[in-house]
């Protein structure tokens, strides 16, 4: 079967290399030229476990093209994926445009029976407004379905997601369509996976659901983590207790300095404008974003505490990308971070295996460097904000002998304290330090002590 993917960014290109997998042939359509060049080049724009080798195998057999040709794609294509950007606007909706614009284009050149896929993830009422959109703007009528297709692969195992989902969901009013779609995950069925088929509108709120419920159980083990801080419980053992209720589970309990990445921030605003339009007000929703927010200035604060103020002090952020495996920064804790530190006189030496080139251009003010000990000479603080595996094993001496003051902020808990106290260091991490003001008298009064 011929499909196209329309978008090329982190979904389109990782759906598109996979579909060409199961044995599509698919034709990868994006506005940027530079990009298509690129891939047209062998090289791939994006860094993702596995998918340059799987790029290189469809481009091999002949099932994968790079374009910025969408009508010659459309023409040749029974299917047409949507995976278009669909970023936050100033009010907290999803801006459309990319998408509208697409589909508008397309219903230009329509010139037979197609499907159009949405896979970017758009607010409920979008499948309807584009099968409207499309109508209004074809030259003669000819038939289409839309179909919701949301996509639920995570950057920095992308690939592995996409080829062993949980389940795939396929919204629609079309039995025709929905048989075409089922043919194009036939792969999928060996392994078992539930194809869910409802309504255009149920699989546009899934995909913010699913979203928002993962980043309210982010939201939740850092406000727990916090509490830890303060009354001397260990976050640890509390989140793994937790996980062990099978009810919750253990993943996505791990606390850290806020989620950020391209998804979760912008999907929880989005449900709550989409509550908004019917007239529904999403408080748990509203106080995920709150939460977050605050648990990213908590890096700030608590370092501030530690050094006493920025002003002419040196801090090392190891990581900047949301997540490891990925060189994605967008709305990074990193980033926040490193633009606060400087507002308050820092100098930021940074340092990240994939997401430099990424951060240049967003955090032109900090210092790089190519590795995690150059990178930590001469500071007064060193932050892991990322964690990625090659800060799992830092050489603790090496690292006392470099920097001007050995102090270790583990946002993401990586490490056992009291290992690199013991070694010299005054060590921060995320609801592990005993630095309780308890003000409660069950917790004994002033304090429980402080490390
Ligand atoms: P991205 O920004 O990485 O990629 C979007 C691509 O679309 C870019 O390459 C851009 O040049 C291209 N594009 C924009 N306008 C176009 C046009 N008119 N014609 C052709 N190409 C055009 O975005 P992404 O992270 O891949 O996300 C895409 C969608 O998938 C979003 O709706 C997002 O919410 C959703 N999603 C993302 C993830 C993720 O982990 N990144 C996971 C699931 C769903």
């Known amino acids: 079967m011929n499909i196209c993917m329309v978008g090329t960014g982190y979904v389109g290109l990782v759906a598109g290399a996979c579909l060409s997998d199961f044995g599509m042939n698919v034709n990868c359509v994006d506005v940027e030229k530079d990009k298509i060049e690129r891939l047209k080049k062998g090289e791939v724009p994006i860094f993702e476990m596995g998918l340059k080798e799987l790029i290189a195998r469809g481009v091999e057999r002949d099932r994968l093209r790079f374009s910025t040709d969408l009508a010659e794609a459309v023409d040749r294509s029974l299917v047409i994926f949507l995976a278009v950007g669909t970023p936050e606007s100033p009010d907290g909706s999803a801006d459309l445009s990319a998408i509208e614009r697409v589909a508008t284009q397309i219903a230009g050149c329509m010139k037979e029976y197609k499907i159009i896929a949405i896979k970017s993830t758009v607010p409920v009422g979008t499948?309807?407004?584009?099968?409207?959109?499309?109508?209004e703007n074809q030259s003669q009528p000819i038939d289409f379905d839309v179909v919701s297709n949301p996509e639920f692969l995570r950057q920095g195992s992308a690939v592995e997601d996409f080829l062993r989902p949980n389940r795939v969901i396929l919204g629609c009013d079309s039995e025709r369509a929905l048989a075409i779609m089922r043919d194009i995950y036939r792969p999928l069925y060996l392994l078992e996976t539930p194809i869910v088929s409802t309504t255009n509108e149920t699989a546009e709120l899934i995909k913010y659901a699913a979203n928002s419920i993962l980043a309210l159980k982010i939201s939740f083990i850092n406000e727990v983590a916090n509490l830890c801080d303060l009354c001397g419980a260990d976050i640890n053992q509390v989140a793994k207790a937790l996980g062990m209720d099978k009810r919750i589970g253990p993943k996505f309990l791990h606390p850290g300095p806020g989620f950020g990445?391209?998804?979760?921030?912008?999907?929880?605003?989005?449900?709550?404008?989409?509550?908004?339009?019917f007239d529904y007000d999403f408080r748990l929703a509203k106080a995920i974003v709150e939460v977050n927010r605050r648990q990213k200035q908590v890096v700030v604060d608590k370092s501030r505490e530690l050094l006493g103020s920025f002003k002419g002090k040196r801090v090392c952020l190891l990581g900047l990308s949301f997540k490891p495996?990925?060189?994605d920064i967008r709305e990074a804790p990193a980033v926040y971070v490193a633009g606060k530190l400087l507002e308050e006189g820092a100098v930021i030496h940074a340092y990240d295996p994939a997401a430099m080139d990424a951060a240049r251009g967003e955090l032109p003010d900090i210092n790089y460097f190519d590795d995690a000990y150059s990178a930590c000479e001469g500071v007064d603080l060193v932050i892991i904000m990322t964690e990625w595996n090659e800060f799992r094993d830092l050489k603790f001496t090496r690292l006392k002998a470099i920097v001007r003051t050995p102090n270790i902020y583990d946002t993401r808990n990586i490490y056992d304290g009291n290992l690199i106290k013991d070694l010299g260091f005054n060590y921060l991490s995320t609801g592990r330090n005993i630095r309780a003001?308890?003000?409660?008298?069950?917790?004994g009064g002033e304090g429980i002590g402080v490390s």
């Open 325 to 327: 495996n990925t060189d």
């Open 261 to 277: 990445g391209s998804c979760f921030p912008k999907d929880v605003k989005s449900l709550i404008h989409i509550a908004e339009g």
């Open 437 to 443: 003001k308890a003000k409660n008298p069950v917790a």
């Open 127 to 135: 499948a309807t407004r584009l099968k409207k959109l499309i109508k």
